[in-house]
Structures are given as C-alpha cells and as structure tokens.
C-alpha cells in the first residue's frame, strides 16, 4: 500500500468554511475583515487540536492576500498566498512558545518586527502556546504589543486563557474556539475516508471521535495510524485493537450489573473481553480508570479533573449517582490488589473473576463483616 499522506497535513483547511467545528469564530473573523475592522492582537484560546494555529495561519494568508474572495476568504492562487502556502512568505513569522520562551528568543521576534513587509501590507507573527513565554519574555513583548507599527499583527494562542496576565488579554481581541463536537469529527473523517477511497464502520470513525476527545488533530492522527495498518478498511474492531484501548462501554455495562449483584453478566462481559484478544492486566488497569473515574464524578469540585467529552461525563455523573463511595473504594481496593496480585498468579482469570466476584457481591460482604463486628462485641 502506498504511504499514506498524513490526513492533517493534507486536509488542512484552506478557507474559513473548511475550517470544523468553530464557525462562530470563523463567522467573526470574516465579519471583522469585511468591516475592515481589525485588531493589531488577536489571542485564541480554547483546548489543544482544535484548529486555533490552522485558524491564525488562514487569518495571516487572508490579511495579504492579493485577490480577497466575495466570502473573505483567501484566493490560494495569488503569489502572496502561494508563498504562505509553500511556507516561504516572509510576512509571517512563528514563535512556538513551548520551547522557545526565553527572552532572547522575544528579542529575536521583536527585532522582525521593526522591519516592514517586504510583499503585501502586513507582517503577522503567530505565537503558539504564549502563556509558556517566561515572565522576562512577556514583559519584553508587552512594549511591542502597547506600540506596535501598523503594519504588525499579532495572533497568540494558548490553551490555558487563565495564564495570561491582564495587561495583555486587555490590548486582545479574545476568540474562544470549542470542543469539536464528536459528530463534526466524524463527518470530517467520512468526508476524508470518501475522498481517499476508504471503507469504514461507522461505529469505527465513532470510537476514533470518542478517543480524540474534542480534538480534531487527535482524530486525524488515530485516523491516520489505523489507516496505515489497514487494507482499506477502517474496522471498529481494528480500531479497538489498534489503539489497544477496550471500549469503555464494557465497564459501564459491567459496573450496571455489579450493582445489580449480576454476577452471571459480570462474568459473561469479563469473558467477551478476553475473547476479543485483551490480557486481564489490561482489562484491570482499564477497570480501575473506570472505577477512578466514577470517584472524581461523584464531587462536583473532583469533576473538573475528568477530562472527557461532556456527554461522556454526564454519563459518569449518572452512574456514579447509582453507586456509593463505599462501593466505589472497596472496589478500587478490590481490583487494584487483584492487579497487583496478577503478576504471581498461577492463573490471572480466576484471580480476575474472584475480584469481580467481590465488586459485585460488595453489599453483603459488608453485611457479614457488619454482623460479625456486632457478634464480637
Ligand atoms: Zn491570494
């Protein structure tokens, strides 16, 4: 099979209507140049892989582009537009701020700065991750940023708005990109699987868009391993496999029935997850996430450390809801000794079914150990 073109790169959108998932700010940004109102700072701000550099870089092309569409989006044929799409424009200039955050590396952009463009009206520089600039840094750009010459546009971008101090967010016109929503990932991965001559399941592009979790550069890297192993189909098993991931819908399902003191299903579900080729250790570890995860759902201040999807969360707030602390730590204590005790075990099923055997009988091992404290006393 060919090498396959890595899908982010290739698709990366090359107008405002391309761009997935955050057609507020798109709708806004092309507002703003048809106005011919522009701000000399833009900060974007939102979670990693959601099109916050793909959005400052079309911004940057549009500002100099030579032949402005009716929909104020850039004409990708201008030299100007060529140049930026070859990446050998000089009007824009990348600062990524994860590691270059040093003062000199400040200094070096602002020198750019002083120098007008060479083609076009504006110079554009781009600042990736700008709250990890060390606190000298920022001060060195904050007087750059309060005078700025006409010609200078700056676009920062962070994924933590919160670490930028005020006198900056002040002088920033603030664009606050969202989440992709799971079913915009999974048209964009259909669009790009159509274009590409690929097969795929559905609930295949579905997990993929679970697993990126709101991040459509996520997406499209998972999308791009699994299609590189793949023989043209993208299959929801594969997919499982490839990642080496188990569907959490397993322990969602099992934990419903452990609380049901179903221990018949409990079983039966532990066995469907060795049947589809998964170790107990993986099954155990993914368990213990689960069961960490219901913990942190169960506190509305502990929630905010859950870092999945809303509709997800929701459905860990539910069945937290269902379950109590007890039973959540007993069974955390339960499967994280079972998980120890999988390393020596003779045979790491049944050391994996005694486990879950407890989890789902946790109610009355309580009772009789409550009956034997009153018997004692
Ligand atoms: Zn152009």
């Known amino acids: 099979m060919s090498q396959f073109v890595v899908s982010a790169r290739k698709y990366r959108p090359k107008t405002f209507d391309e761009v997935v998932g955050q057609s507020h700010v798109a709708s806004t940004l092309k507002n703003a140049l048809q106005k011919d109102q522009l701000a000399h700072a833009y900060l974007f701000t939102g979670p990693h892989g959601v099109g916050k550099t793909t959005c400052a870089r079309l911004l940057a092309k549009v500002l100099n582009c030579q032949n402005i569409t009716e929909g104020q989006n850039p004409c990708n044929t201008c030299s100007s537009c060529e140049a930026f799409s070859n990446s050998a424009s000089f009007n824009i200039i990348e600062l990524d701020a994860a590691s270059n955050n040093s003062v000199e590396h400040m200094r070096s952009l602002i020198e750019q700065v002083r120098f007008q463009p060479q083609e076009g009206k504006y110079k554009i520089f781009i600042i990736d991750e700008v709250h990890m600039l060390s606190t000298s840094a920022f001060n060195a750009f904050l007087k750059t940023l309060e005078e700025p010459p006409s010609y200078a546009i700056f676009i920062l971008a962070t994924t933590e708005k919160h670490k930028i101090i005020p006198t900056i967010l002040s002088r920033c016109q603030i664009y606050d990109f969202k989440r992709i929503q799971n079913n915009d990932i999974i048209e964009q991965l259909s ?17 993929i868009a679970e697993k990126a979790d709101g991040a459509m550069r996520d997406a499209l890297s998972i999308f791009d391993r699994i299609v590189s192993s793949s023989n ?20 969602f399902k099992m934990i419903d029935s452990a609380i049901q003191e179903d221990l018949a299903s409990v079983i039966l579900h532990f066995h469907e997850v ?7 250790a993986i099954f155990l570890k993914g368990m213990l996430e689960h069961l960490r995860k219901l913990l942190l759902a169960k506190n509305e201040k502990t929630l905010s450390l859950l870092t999945v999807g809303p509709e997800l969360k929701e459905r860990y707030v539910n069945q937290a809801m269902l379950t109590s602390s007890s039973f959540v730590l007993t069974s955390l204590n339960l499967i994280n000794n079972a998980e120890i005790a999988l390393q020596r075990a003779s045979n790491k099923i049944i050391t994996s079914e005694i486990a879950l055997s407890k989890m789902t009988f946790f109610n009355r091992i309580e009772d009789l150990s409550k009956k034997k404290r009153t018997a004692l006393n």
Do not use: C, Q, W
């Not at 699987?193 to 399941?201: D, G, I, R, S, T």
């Open 274 to 280: 060795l049947n589809n080729g998964f170790e107990p």
């Open 191 to 207: 669009n790009i699987a159509e274009k590409e001559n690929l097969k795929y399941e559905p609930e295949a592009l579905n997990i």
């Open 232 to 251: 043209g189909t993208i299959e929801y098993k594969s997919v499982l496999e490839n990642l080496n991931i188990l569907d959490y819908e397993y322990y």
